[in-house]
């Protein structure tokens, strides 16, 4: 599928790492060359890119497995969501849960995103009743055991 892009410079353009990736590494724009992230606080980060996202799509954005434990980083929103009609630049915003200040520089790969088809709904309502609770599991959280 042809997803249409604006990218002002190639390298932040996303790209697959590997042929057999499920997402596309997104990678921060910092102005300055670099940028710090103080403890327990957030920054957020251009990426240099728009993208024009097919209609009844979605793009999902997650981090990168290892700015959790390398970077004691976090997407603040843990999951973004960006819906077809948004035509801005993708922004990312970092959380740094650690305890020591983060470097964070210029092209770094922080993010991944996919792009997938959007589910289209129809919520029925009915009653809570019997015939509603044909399944076995109830209480919310940890409702399987541990």
């Known amino acids: 599928m042809d997803v249409k892009i604006v990218c002002e410079n190639d390298k932040y353009k996303p790209v697959y790492a590997n042929s057999t990736d499920a997402c596309m590494d997104l990678k921060v724009k910092v102005d300055e060359g670099k940028s710090i992230i103080a ?53 990312l915003s970092l959380y740094n849960f650690g305890d020591s200040a983060v470097e964070i520089e210029d092209g770094q790969r922080i993010a991944q995103m996919m792009i997938i088809p959007r589910p289209k709904l129809n919520l029925v309502q009915v009653k809570d009743d019997d015939e509603f609770k044909t399944g076995n599991r109830n209480g919310g959280i940890g409702s399987t055991g541990r």
């Open 39 to 91: 403890p327990y606080t957030s920054k957020r980060f251009s990426t240099g890119i728009k993208v024009q996202i097919p209609e009844d799509y979605v793009m999902l954005i997650f981090p990168r497995s290892s700015i959790g434990f390398k970077l004691h980083c976090m997407l603040s929103n843990t999951t973004g969501i960006i819906d077809a009609g948004y035509r801005d630049e993708i922004l």
